[in-house]
C-alpha cells in the first residue's frame, strides 16, 4: 500500500474519531492534518478550497475529505477518504 493512501487514511480516520460537533466543527482538525501535519497544501490554498466547500450543497467535512482525497490520489483517493 502506497505511504500516501495510509496518510489519508489515518489523517481521515483521526479526524472522524476525534471530532464532535458536526461538520463545521471538524474543518479545523482537518485542515491541521492537510497543512500542518502531511503539508499537502498552503494554509491560503485552504481558505480556497475552504470558501468554495461552503459555497456547495451538503456536509462541509465530506467536501473537504473527497476534495484531499482526490488531490491526493485522484478518483481512488476520494473514496478513500470519505
Do not use: C, H
Not at 498552503?42 to 473537504?64: H, M, Q, R, S, W
Request: no cysteine; aromatic share 14%.
Amino acid at each position: 500500500m502506497n505511504n500516501t493512501y495510509w496518510e489519508i487514511t489515518a489523517a481521515m480516520f483521526r479526524t472522524g474519531i476525534l471530532g464532535y460537533g458536526g461538520g463545521p466543527s471538524i474543518v479545523p482538525l482537518i485542515r491541521y492534518e492537510a497543512v500542518t501535519r502531511y503539508g499537502w497544501m498552503k494554509d491560503d490554498e485552504f481558505g480556497e478550497v475552504l470558501a468554495i466547500a461552503n459555497t456547495l450543497p451538503g456536509p462541509i467535512a465530506t467536501k473537504l475529505a473527497a476534495y484531499l482525497g482526490y488531490r491526493q490520489k485522484g478518483w481512488r483517493g476520494a473514496p478513500l477518504a470519505l
